[in-house]
Nanobody, 118 residues
């Protein structure tokens, strides 16, 4: 499956941003989807996950209550709604896909940069 992330940009602290990840090449509803991020000088970290049907979600503690992951299987797209953004949310955000019965992410998109100014 091919993944294309978009929606990054510059946003002020306290603001909101919505990221998009468009999938192609395989049956989208067969895959769980995740968002990860990598800040400058830091390792990539998990942000959020949604299962193949959209019923089950999981979040990193650092974004819980501020970020929401969702998906539209009819549009082959997964979203990350980010609210109450903080400067420490500045990072390159990546979307990834995992086969519905597996936990590891086998497919990765290119990143989209989100910069939160204070």
């Amino acid at each position: 499956v091919q993944l294309q992330a978009s929606g990054g940009g510059l946003v002020q602290a306290g603001g909101s941003r919505r990221l998009f990840c468009a999938a192609s090449g395989r049956t989208f509803s067969n895959y769980g989807m995740g968002w990860f991020r990598q800040a400058p000088g830091k390792e990539r970290e998990f942000v959020a996950d949604i299962n193949y049907s959209g019923v089950s979600t999981a979040y990193a503690d650092s974004v819980k209550g501020r970020f929401t992951i969702s998906r539209d299987n009819a549009k082959n797209t997964v979203y990350l709604q980010m609210n109450s953004l903080r400067p420490e949310d500045t990072a390159v955000y990546y979307c990834a896909a995992r086969e519905r019965t597996r936990l590891e992410y086998a497919y990765w998109g290119q990143g989209t940069l989100v910069t939160v100014s204070s």
